[in-house]
């Protein structure tokens, strides 16, 4: 039986090709995922790829680090991701068994081979695959661990009904699902929906970490929605008479929906116009009364704003930086910004702010913004602290996306003093866990009082990310163990430069071993640290 995802909140997932990618960028590659709010990897373990000629099937398996398919599952959890197993790679027999069975591969006109899949043998092995991808991921099923849904993407209905009896024999109580509505980052977040799929990680970022410009349409949105722990598909339409207009705009070709869930309201605007509206929107809350929002935003662009009672708490807009400025203005209380996509999340007595370009945010609200202030946080993991200007009830940040210390993550806006707020909380405890395992990773090449001191390092940023945090401690924990980090960088390039000096001195013999580890490790040095930092070493 085919079922619907059983956990609701999960809104934005992506696949991981754990396979594809290589082990030391596994970390770095999750803590993007869980930065641009994917809340779910799908992992396709291919059977042709954990079954060889020469060994049996391997799912967790040091020395065959790349098809370590639960050490990638144990990270993904670890950043706080759900995982989805897709078994489409069953379509694929391992050579052995092709071997063995040629009629498994039919030839074609065309040159190419079309698989069978009713041969009995083809039938008879996939199950034993199944059996034994069950065996190892069984344990790691929800609500034990972090498995919540099994796909069976790409695969006829008759197969579906098969592996559904397989997989339930297994002992796999979670859900299987055909596939994933997928959606186009490009255009911004269909807030009616969940479990949506945007494509593979690898595609969204650049080989320096840095996140492509269609991610950003879709980062404020879900870190919008999450901060509120709000279902919105389960959300309700206003009160009021049936046939009555719930929302709208004082122009054509606005498309406006309102929804309430827990005392918030959720409008969502979107402009199919060729040209920027400005103007007044008119809409119902939750109890049926008329209130109004006034809002500028760009051609066939969206925006949702979030309410709490008549005044905004929050807002995302797609857009990039050629379109100017958006805005949202209630009675007493307005956002605005000059630089594209970009939201205001609400979190404790403060914000986050996030955006693709840079620009300079402008709030307003009645409580006034007394004892705040503001870091910056960049996709790296560094906090710096940033200016910021209060006058009255009126914040101004100047915002920077991108610069010598890489791109930025978010804006931490936060009162002096106050406890760190849940969620801002678990985010930085996931940049520490991960770079922790990033290096370990590098530990791991290294040899003697190398791996040592960086062992040393990735112990610290464990313990700081199982122990009470607030800013003053991620920060200086952050920057003493990239201090360290760098320390250590430039005793591995003096080493190098020692020993291909010595090595060139003979005779131009090949690398030995002691000068290759060192330049693998200098290799992932580079690009685990953020340019400030390498300036300091000049690797």
Not at 29 to 41: P, S, T, V
Not at 345 to 358: C, E
Request: aromatic content about 6%; some cysteine.
């Amino acid at each position: 039986m085919v079922e619907r995802l059983a956990n609701p909140h999960i809104r934005l997932c992506a696949s991981g090709s754990y396979d594809r990618t290589p082990r030391e960028v596994w970390p770095e590659l999750i803590a993007r995922a869980h930065q641009f709010g994917i809340e779910a990897i799908v992992i396709r373990p291919a059977w042709v790829w954990h079954t060889h000629a020469s060994s049996p099937t391997e799912l967790q398996n040091q020395a065959a680090l790349a098809r370590d398919l639960i050490g990638f599952v144990v990270l993904c959890a670890a950043a706080e991701l759900a995982i989805m197993i897709d078994l489409a790679g069953l379509g694929i027999p391992p050579i052995n068994l092709l071997r063995a069975h040629p009629a498994i591969a039919t030839p074609e006109s065309n040159g190419l081979f079309r698989v069978q899949p009713l041969h009995p043998a083809l039938i008879a092995e996939a199950r034993k695959w199944i059996a034994q991808l069950s065996m190892c991921c069984l344990p790691l099923q929800q609500p034990e661990g972090p498995i919540v849904a099994l796909l069976a993407s790409n695969l006829p209905a008759t197969a579906i009904g098969t592996l559904d009896e397989w997989v339930r024999s297994d002992g796999w109580q979670i859900p299987l699902l055909p596939k994933l509505p997928t959606i186009d980052l490009s255009t911004g977040w269909p807030f009616e929906h969940n479990g949506l799929y945007a494509g593979d990680i690898e595609t969204f970022f650049r080989t320096d970490g840095s996140a492509y410009l269609r991610l950003w349409n879709i980062k404020p949105f879900v870190t919008l929605v999450r901060s509120m722990a709000i279902d919105l598909p389960d959300a309700q339409p206003p009160a009021g008479p049936t046939g009555i207009r719930d929302a709208w705009a004082d122009g054509p070709e606005i498309d406006i929906s309102v929804r309430h869930n827990k005392q918030i309201t959720f409008l969502s605007i979107q402009n199919r116009r060729t040209e920027p509206y400005s103007g007044m929107l008119t809409y119902r809350n939750h109890e049926g009364e008329l209130l109004h929002l006034h809002a500028n935003l760009g051609p066939q662009r969206q925006g949702v704003v979030l309410l709490q009672g008549e005044e905004i708490a929050g807002v995302a807009f797609t857009g990039d930086a050629s379109e100017g400025v958006w805005l949202v203005r209630a009675m007493r209380s307005s956002i605005v910004f000059n630089g594209g996509a970009g939201g205001v999340t609400p979190s404790g007595r403060g914000v986050v702010l996030m955006a693709a370009q840079s620009g300079r945010f402008q709030l307003r609200r009645m409580e006034g913004w007394a004892n705040i202030q503001a870091y910056r946080l960049t996709m790296h993991g560094r906090l710096l602290a940033c200016p910021c200007q209060i006058e009255a009830q009126h914040l101004t940040v100047p915002y920077i996306a991108e610069d010598q210390h890489g791109q930025t993550d978010q804006y931490i806006i936060l009162a002096t003093n106050d406890p760190l707020p849940d969620a801002i909380e678990t985010h930085l405890r996931v940049l520490l866990k991960m770079r922790a395992a990033e290096v370990h990773t590098i530990a791991s090449i290294c040899r003697n009082g190398i791996q040592q001191q960086l062992t040393s390092a990735a112990t610290l940023l464990e313990s700081t990310a199982t122990n009470p945090i607030d800013l003053t401690i991620y920060r200086n924990v952050w920057a003493s163990t990239e201090q360290h980090i760098v320390e250590v960088a430039k005793q591995i390039q003096h080493e190098h430069a020692t020993l291909q000096f010595s090595r060139q001195m003979i005779g131009e013999e090949p690398p030995g071993e002691e000068e290759a580890w060192r330049t693998q490790a200098l290799a992932h040095l580079q690009h685990m640290l953020n340019q400030a930092a390498l300036n300091l070493i000049q690797i």
